[in-house]
């Protein structure tokens, strides 16, 4: 499974931004989908996950939650993020990744659980 995101880019503060992951292939055995982002200097931070094949229980860490959702259309095979209002500290780049197993709070915030990852898309958010 090859995982592409996309949709990153320079926006002012107040501003919104919707990420894209688009899976190569029918991800029969891809069970949870999980955005991270990874500022400059940082450690890799859980951003939200998703349950890919219903599509419930989107979580969030409680830093998260209000200004980000994650969604998923199984037809076009590809996950969203869709985050505002965005502040300069959202500034960081941005990975999609995909686990073979169905995860749980307590394990989704730990990428050694993730199987496949993207590329990442740079997410710039001026004050």
């Known amino acids: 499974v090859q995982l592409v995101d996309s949709g990153g880019g320079l926006v002012q503060a107040g501003g919104s931004l919707r990420l894209s992951c688009a899976a190569s292939e029918r991800t029969f055995s891809v069970y949870t989908m999980s955005w991270f982002r990874q500022a400059p200097g940082k450690e890799r931070e859980f951003v939200a996950a998703i349950a890919w094949s219903t599509g419930g229980n989107p979580y969030y860490p409680d830093s998260m939650k209000g200004r980000f959702t994650i969604s998923r259309d199984n037809a076009k095979n590809t996950v969203y993020l869709q985050m505002n209002p965005l502040k300069p500290e959202d500034t960081a780049v941005y990975y999609c990744?995909?686990?073979?197993?169905?995860?749980?709070?307590?394990?989704?915030?730990?990428?050694?659980?993730?199987?496949?990852w993207g590329q990442g898309t740079q997410v710039t958010v001026s004050s």
């Open positions: 990744a995909a686990s073979i197993q169905l995860l749980r709070p307590g394990l989704f915030e730990n990428p050694d659980y993730y199987n496949y």
